[in-house]
């Protein structure tokens, strides 16, 4: 059966099946995807395209998913057809809120773990965020038809955490096919069906949204109770808008239009909204002439990783502005401030979900828009107490004021969940502690792996924990974290002083302990990275008025005495003082050209 205008309204909200699929990045979410709606005939075998639901460059390359995408497809059970609406989520914890909205407009998920790997952090990640949503939660054991599948240590891992028992689990291997069907049996059977009212007012929940260049902003809608149609008014509680529905429809896969939509349905609805803010992620859409009870909000997505955008060539910022906000368009979850920089020009200071997202949304410049940019060393929200009570947030360590009116600083906190095989534990347990961690738990998944808990400060990871964890366990922890709100930390702003002058595009917030080692550290590579002058530079590292490091980068010097053949010594130590006066007088006057492969040097952090 073939989903139609026509037919649409026959699938009354208990022949409706809403649900997703949660995963760790690369445990096969995208391939099911692609084989529930292959099964269905929504997409066909012969025009099939691999891994449908990653529309991105950056996904088909990576593996990973960074936008959530939707489906509906036709199922049929026991001669009854059923409309089933896949939300397919992404993977990784920078992208949490993503999976939380997405869960939102679903009453069950597919919760899919590697027969190869088993559970990893991010598999308990999501399954706790759709367990606190109440969610129906069917465990899949993918990749079954791999050499190296161990179906019973999962299922035994399942067991332990989840509390599964084995005859509960569903066995699949979506790059061949085996066990889809069963998958979609049981999405019928084990997922409730919406508790919707198709005669009530029309209550909408706006889950998602994205901008296309030609019809402007495209929502995607879950109904609650009524019926959107095409030509209607409609209003939206939080945006306090009114808007008239010009299109109306499904995903199936591609957008498909129809006249109404119905409740317990999924689908996208547009309504002349020209940017991505005015659709609010979580805002409610009602008509006019019935007002409800709006959704509880989502938490707007706030940045938690801050790093500076610059162009390489100077003469590229408008191409560069250009490119950042065709790509917001589609993202509002990135903050974005004009900045200039005495080292690296005119550019923009962005605020990110975390460290994956600002690597994403660099790569996306940089395939889809052909730029070439330059990334600065990621930084993250401090909250500052002043000795006059106010309570102000800093994300730039140029902004950070004078000490002596600073009462306390605040650093963001995380609580990090991190699977490791045992025999790394030594090294992880040591990378914790480096990055002043403190352990809240340990235990053992099993005789060979075991999960850590710790409360580590967000700046200490936003640099080169992932990297470092990845090296020290040859590949095989696995990571996730949630912001756990904000401590007091012992904090200080470090200078770096070229001849006495700060240099502001170098300046560090950085842990009382790590000063002495980071400021000897970034002088050592800025005497490298610095080439010499006329007049000597001396590098110096400075919390207030205290020097804590000190590199020179010694002056070219001029052979002035090479002309005196004989003589007496007098009239050359005369032409070398004469030399010595004039560089001291260049010293005071001249600048010290840094050149940008400096700071390149510098914001690679090693």
Not at 88 to 96: A, K, L, Q, R
């Amino acid at each position: 059966m073939k989903l139609s205008k026509e037919n649409l309204k026959s699938f009354t909200p208990d022949k409706v099946r809403n649900f997703s699929v949660i995963a760790h990045i690369d445990h096969g979410k995208s391939t099911l995807s692609d084989r529930l709606l292959e099964i269905t005939g929504t997409l066909s075998t012969r025009t099939k395209n691999d891994l449908f639901m990653d529309k991105l460059q950056v996904e088909k390359e990576r593996g990973i998913t960074v936008k959530a995408q939707t489906a509906s497809m036709v199922y049929e059970h026991k001669g009854e057809f059923y409309l089933l609406n896949l939300i397919d989520t992404p993977g990784h914890v920078d992208f949490s809120y993503e999976v939380s909205r997405s869960l939102y407009a679903c009453q069950g998920a597919l919760l899919l773990v590697d027969a190869c790997q088993g559970v990893q952090a991010q598999t308990m990640a999501n399954f706790y965020l759709a367990f606190e949503q109440d969610l129906t939660i069917l465990p899949v054991v993918n990749k079954i038809d791999m050499a190296n599948a161990d179906v019973d240590k999962v299922a035994r891992e399942l067991a332990i955490l989840f509390d599964y028992k084995k005859e509960e689990l569903l066995l699949a291997s979506a790059k061949m096919g085996i066990g889809v069907k069963e998958i979609l049996d049981a999405v019928v059977e084990r997922i409730p069906a919406p508790k919707a009212d198709i005669n009530g007012p029309l209550k909408a929940l706006l889950f998602d949204s994205w901008f296309d260049e030609y019809r402007g902003v495209i929502c995607l809608v879950t109904l609650e109770s009524g019926q959107m149609k095409k030509g209607e008014t409609v209003s939206l509680a939080q945006g306090g808008a009114r808007y008239e529905v010009l299109d109306i429809g499904i995903m199936y896969p591609e957008p498909t239009p129809t006249d109404c939509l119905y409740a317990g349905q999924v689908g996208y609805a547009i309504m002349g909204m020209k940017t991505v803010r005015e659709a609010r992620i979580g805002d409610t859409i009602f008509s006019p002439k019935s007002p409800v009870k709006p959704f509880p909000g989502f938490r707007p997505a706030k940045p938690m990783v801050f790093a500076g955008i610059f162009p390489i060539e100077n003469s590229e910022f408008e191409l560069l502005q250009d490119a950042i906000e065709k790509l917001t368009l589609n993202d509002a979850s990135v903050g974005i401030e004009k900045k200039s920089s005495p080292a690296l020009g005119l550019g923009f200071r962005c605020g990110f979900l975390g460290l994956l997202h600002a690597d994403v949304f660099k790569q996306r410049l940089e395939q889809e828009y052909n730029m070439s940019v330059i990334i600065t060393a990621p930084s993250v929200r401090y909250q500052l107490k002043l000795t006059n009570g106010n309570l102000i947030e800093i994300e730039n360590p140029a902004d950070f004021p004078e000490r002596n009116y600073i009462d306390e600083i605040y650093e963001p906190i995380i609580k990090a969940t991190i699977i490791v095989p045992t025999e790394y534990l030594g090294n992880i347990l040591d990378l914790c502690q480096k990055k002043r961690g403190v352990q809240l738990d340990m235990t053992y998944l099993d005789e060979e792996r075991v999960i850590l808990k710790y409360r580590l400060p967000l700046n200490e990871i936003a640099t080169d924990f992932y990297d470092k964890l990845k090296s020290l366990s040859s590949g095989y922890a696995s990571f996730d974290y949630e912001i756990a709100g904000y401590e007091p930390a012992d904090l200080v702003k470090m200078d770096i002083l070229l001849n006495g002058k700060p240099v502001d595009a170098l300046a560090v917030i950085t842990h009382k302990e790590n000063t002495a080692y980071l400021g000897r550290a970034l002088c050592e590579k800025l005497r490298k990275a610095i080439p010499r002058q006329l007049f000597e530079v001396v590098i110096q590292a400075a919390i207030g008025a205290n020097i804590i490091a000190r590199e020179r980068v010694a002056p070219l010097r001029k052979n002035v005495t090479a002309k005196c053949y004989g003589g007496d010594i007098s009239r050359k130590r005369k032409l070398l003082e004469k030399q010595k006066e004039g560089k001291k007088r260049m010293k005071q006057v001249g600048n010290v050209e840094v050149p940008q492969e400096a700071f390149l040097t510098i914001l690679k952090n090693d």
